[in-house]
């Protein structure tokens, strides 16, 4: 495969859940996953990227279902996704798991698939868009995205855990 081939997009198929699933479990190491694994252990005797791997599976599953998730491919290989939720009661779409291969960033492909996913909000009529991240550093690639999209920031929060 050529790292510097043409990358198309095209709504997300279900044969595509397993190839977005695996990039994943590969880029989502810097997640609250990873650091509960890292505070407390193997949770529900798990390594922190199988549960990763289930939550993108299920959540995945229902946007490829609704028709609400695209793809990034190069050379027919999935190297990206994003996906969307709207809700049409309140006009607020939601930017949900999104991510790029660690082969292909810095080539803009993420930014160009979270507008994608704004278009399509905006086509069903929703009238404000939001998305959450981490803090970490691990997250600051996917912030900058979302900032470069004109997305600006409206809370904050902090995530705790504790031993029982």
């Not at 990227?49 to 998730?69: E, N």
């Not at 930014?111 to 069903?124: N, P, Q, S, W």
């Amino acid at each position: 495969m050529s790292y510097n081939a043409p990358v198309s997009y095209r709504t997300g198929t279900p044969d595509d859940l397993e190839p977005i699933v695996a990039i994943a479990r590969e880029i989502w190491h810097m997640g609250a996953n990873k650091a509960m694994e890292d505070r407390h252990g193997l949770i529900a005797g798990k390594p922190w990227q199988d549960h990763v791997a289930d939550s993108v599976r299920s959540a995945t599953k229902k946007r490829l279902g609704a028709g609400t998730c695209i793809v990034a491919e190069v050379e027919g290989r999935v190297i990206g996704w994003g996906t969307w939720s709207p809700d049409e009661a309140r006009g607020v779409g939601t930017i949900g798991y999104n991510g790029v291969h660690p082969d292909f960033r810095g080539r803009g492909i993420g930014t160009e698939l979270v507008r994608r996913c704004l278009d399509a909000l905006k086509a069903t009529g929703m009238s404000i868009a939001a998305v959450s991240t981490g803090l970490n550093e691990g997250h600051a690639a996917a912030r900058a995205v979302y900032e470069k999209l004109g997305f600006q920031a409206l809370s904050r929060s902090v995530y705790y855990t504790m031993e029982l």
